[in-house]
């Protein structure tokens, strides 16, 4: 997961590829779950508390830059 850009978003990256910008943890989910991750990211909380996710530039609460 990249760090938060100017327009308050971040990049989504599964496996090294990149698959899109997050403005929320409800996209986070739907980008899992494109890529067939859906297992333990049923909803915002598990996802944010999830250690299988790398936050760079802050944690799952941080989308300003």
Do not use: T
């Amino acid at each position: 997961m990249g760090p938060p850009d100017e327009e308050g978003g971040r990049l989504v990256f599964v496996r090294g590829v990149e698959v899109g910008r997050a403005y929320g943890l409800w996209d986070m989910i739907v980008f899992c779950r494109r890529a067939g991750l859906v297992r333990g990211f049923a909803d915002e909380d598990e996802i944010a508390a999830s250690g299988e996710i790398g936050w760079l530039g802050g944690g799952p609460e941080v989308w300003e830059p």
